[in-house]
């Protein structure tokens, strides 16, 4: 089962609470909170994309740039040794460090999204 919605370039989690007997989530990559809910995956889909449109919207009124998610750069710890090693690796490549783990990153996706059956593309 795949536990996310796309829309607009949004990423969204899908969670369930047995409890309420509810699907619900939020969108990911921006601090702003965007949350839906459904009782049905259409009702979740249709909240979801609502939920963004209404968020895009109130943006504009208030004359706001939306936040982008997944902007392309992130800070990473990768430990002295794995640090060292990538470094090592990309130098024996003629290639940069931040290119060698885009190339690393970028395999390892293409091989869970084969094995999940699906593709995304943001």
């Known amino acids: 089962m795949n536990n ?6 949004y990423v969204g989690s899908v969670d369930f609470s047995a409890d309420d007997q509810l699907l619900f989530g939020k969108v990911q990559g921006i601090r702003s909170l965007i949350s839906y809910e459904g009782k049905s995956v259409g009702e979740l889909i249709q909240d979801f994309q609502e939920a963004v449109d209404d968020y895009l919207r109130m943006c504009k009124e208030e004359g706001v740039d939306p936040e982008t998610p997944y902007k392309g750069s992130l800070n990473i710890r990768l430990g002295r040794e794995l640090h060292r090693d990538a470094a090592v690796c990309a130098l024996a490549h003629n290639v940069s460090l931040n290119s060698y783990i885009q190339a690393a990153v970028r395999e390892r996706v293409n ?3 084969d094995v999940a059956g699906f593709s995304n593309s943001l």
């Open 4 to 9: 996310t919605v796309m829309y607009k370039g």
């Open 111 to 113: 091989r869970e999204q």
